[in-house]
C-alpha cells in the first residue's frame, strides 16, 4: 500500500520570521534561524487510498476540524500533483504536546505531513525541492527537516541550512505555558496585517539580514549572550510589528510579562537566560543546560505560569515505510 510515516519535532526560531512575500505561495520575506526541539514531536502516518471519497485527517485520536482537515488537503493536492498520484488519502496525526496550545505544532506537523506523504506518494524528493513543498503547508514547517540549529533562506523558493547539529551546543529552551487554548489571530493573519499596516515593517524587512548575521555569528563562537541579545530583539522586534498594526496585535498575557521580568531579573543576578515569544503567549528561555532546571523551578513559581518543559537540541524528521 501506499503508506509512510514521519515524526518531526518542532522548532523555536531564535531570529524570527514574521510576513509574507507572497501570501498565495506563502513565501516567507525574511530568512529566519531556529533550534529543533527533542521533545515535541508530531507523528503522521498517510495512506493514499482508492476508495476515499476525500482527504481524511485524524489529529490526537479525533476527527480533525474541518479547517485543519482542508488545509492538510490542500497541502496534499501539491503532493497529487508532483506524484502523478490521483487517490486521497488518510492521514493519522499524533501530537506529544496539547496541539492548539500555540507551542509551534504547524512547524512540526507540516514537516511531518510533508515528509510522509511524499515517501507514501512514492517521490524521493531532493532535499531543497523538499524544502520548498514543506514551506507551502508553514513558513517555519521546513526547519523542522534539519536537527539543531537551522536558518530558513527564502529566495524564489526556500531552503534550510544546518547551521550546527543538535550536539554542538549544550543549550536548552525551558518553555513556560503561559495561557490555555489556542491563540486568538493566528500567525498568517497577523503577518498579513503587519505587513500591510505596521509603519515598521519596510525598516524591519531592512535590519533582518543584520540580526541574521548576528545570530549565526554567536552560534559559530559558541557565544550564549551574543545569541540570546539577538534572540531578544528579533523577539520584541517582531512583537513590535505586531502592537503596531492596525488594529494593534498583542500576544502577551499578564504571565507573559511577569515571566519575562523574572527571566530579566533573574539574569540581572547571574542566573542567565534569554527570552523569546512567538505568536502566542508562551516564554522560551534559552539558557545553558547546566542552568536550565533552576530557570524552570522559578518560572513555575512565577503567577500566571501554567507548566514549565525543559527541551534540548533535537534531530530533525525521521521517515519509516
Ligand atoms: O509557520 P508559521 O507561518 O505559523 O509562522 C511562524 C511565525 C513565528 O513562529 C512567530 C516565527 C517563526 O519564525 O517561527
Same mark, same amino acid.
Given at each position: 500500500?501506499?503508506?509512510?510515516?514521519?515524526?518531526? +519535532?518542532?522548532?523555536?526560531?531564535?531570529?524570527?520570521?514574521?510576513?509574507?512575500?507572497?501570501?498565495?505561495?506563502?513565501?516567507?520575506?525574511?530568512?529566519?534561524l531556529?533550534?529543533?526541539?527533542d521533545?515535541?514531536?508530531?507523528? !503522521?502516518?498517510?495512506?493514499?487510498?482508492?476508495d476515499?471519497?476525500?482527504?481524511?485527517?485524524q489529529?490526537?485520536?479525533?476527527?480533525?476540524?474541518?479547517?485543519a482537515?482542508?488545509?492538510?488537503?490542500?497541502?496534499?493536492?501539491?503532493?497529487?500533483?508532483?506524484?502523478?498520484r490521483?487517490?486521497?488519502?488518510?492521514?493519522?496525526?499524533?501530537?506529544s504536546?496539547?496541539?492548539?496550545?500555540?507551542?509551534?505544532?504547524?512547524?512540526?506537523?507540516?514537516?511531518?505531513?510533508?515528509?510522509?506523504?511524499?515517501?507514501?506518494?512514492?517521490?524521493?524528493?531532493?532535499?531543497?525541492?523538499?524544502?520548498?513543498?514543506?514551506?507551502?503547508?508553514?513558513?517555519?514547517?521546513? +526547519?523542522?527537516?534539519?536537527?539543531?540549529?537551522?536558518?530558513?533562506?527564502p529566495?524564489?523558493?526556500?531552503?534550510?541550512?544546518?547551521?550546527?547539529?543538535?550536539?554542538?551546543?549544550?543549550? +536548552?529552551?525551558?518553555?513556560?505555558?503561559?495561557?490555555?487554548?489556542?491563540?486568538?489571530?493566528?500567525?498568517?493573519?497577523?503577518?498579513?496585517?503587519?505587513r500591510?499596516?505596521?509603519?515598521?515593517?519596510?525598516?524591519?524587512?531592512?535590519d533582518?539580514?543584520a540580526?541574521?548575521?548576528?545570530a549565526?555569528?554567536?552560534?559559530?563562537?559558541?557565544?550564549?549572550?551574543?545569541l540570546?541579545?539577538?534572540?531578544e530583539?528579533?523577539?520584541?522586534?517582531m512583537?513590535?510589528?505586531?502592537?503596531?498594526?492596525?488594529?494593534?496585535?498583542i500576544?502577551f498575557?499578564?504571565? !507573559?510579562?511577569?515571566?519575562?521580568?523574572?527571566?530579566?531579573h533573574?539574569?540581572a543576578?547571574?542566573?542567565?537566560?534569554?527570552?523569546?515569544?512567538?505568536?502566542?503567549?508562551?516564554?522560551?528561555?534559552?539558557?545553558?543546560?547546566?542552568?536550565?532546571?533552576?530557570?524552570?523551578?522559578?518560572?513555575?513559581?512565577?503567577?500566571?505560569?501554567?507548566?514549565?518543559?525543559?527541551?534540548?537540541?533535537?534531530?530533525?524528521v525521521?521517515?519509516?515505510?
Amino acid at each position: 500500500m501506499a503508506t509512510a510515516q514521519a515524526t518531526a +519535532r518542532t522548532n523555536i526560531a531564535l531570529v524570527k520570521y514574521w510576513g509574507k512575500a507572497d501570501l498565495d505561495a506563502n513565501l516567507p520575506a525574511v530568512g529566519s534561524l531556529s533550534m529543533t526541539l527533542d521533545g515535541l514531536w508530531t507523528t !503522521t502516518r498517510v495512506s493514499f487510498e482508492p476508495d476515499l471519497a476525500r482527504d481524511e485527517l485524524q489529529l490526537d485520536d479525533q476527527p480533525a476540524p474541518e479547517p485543519a482537515r482542508q488545509r492538510a488537503s490542500r497541502f496534499l493536492d501539491l503532493v497529487r500533483q508532483q506524484s502523478g498520484r490521483t487517490e486521497r488519502a488518510r492521514v493519522v496525526s499524533t501530537n506529544s504536546f496539547p496541539t492548539a496550545a500555540g507551542l509551534a505544532s504547524s512547524a512540526s506537523g507540516f514537516c511531518a505531513l510533508a515528509a510522509a506523504a511524499t515517501r507514501a506518494a512514492g517521490i524521493d524528493l531532493p532535499a531543497p525541492d523538499l524544502a520548498d513543498l514543506t514551506r507551502r503547508g508553514s513558513g517555519s514547517a521546513p +526547519r523542522s527537516l534539519l536537527g539543531g540549529f537551522v536558518e530558513l533562506r527564502p529566495g524564489d523558493g526556500c531552503q534550510v541550512v544546518q547551521v550546527a547539529p543538535a550536539d554542538y551546543w549544550d543549550l +536548552r529552551l525551558v518553555i513556560a505555558l503561559c495561557a490555555d487554548g489556542p491563540k486568538a489571530v493566528g500567525s498568517t493573519e497577523g503577518m498579513e496585517r503587519s505587513r500591510r499596516t505596521s509603519p515598521y515593517y519596510d525598516r524591519w524587512i531592512d535590519d533582518h539580514p543584520a540580526d541574521l548575521d548576528r545570530a549565526r555569528r554567536a552560534i559559530a563562537e559558541r557565544e550564549l549572550p551574543a545569541l540570546g541579545r539577538a534572540a531578544e530583539a528579533s523577539c520584541f522586534k517582531m512583537h513590535a510589528l505586531a502592537m503596531s498594526s492596525d488594529p494593534p496585535l498583542i500576544y502577551f498575557q499578564p504571565a !507573559t510579562l511577569a515571566a519575562v521580568q523574572r527571566v530579566w531579573h533573574l539574569r540581572a543576578e547571574g542566573l542567565v537566560g534569554y527570552v523569546t515569544i512567538d505568536a502566542g503567549p508562551h516564554v522560551k528561555v534559552l539558557c545553558a543546560a547546566a542552568d536550565a532546571e533552576a530557570l524552570a523551578a522559578e518560572l513555575g513559581r512565577v503567577d500566571g505560569v501554567r507548566r514549565v518543559m525543559i527541551q534540548a537540541p533535537g534531530p530533525g524528521v525521521e521517515v519509516a515505510a
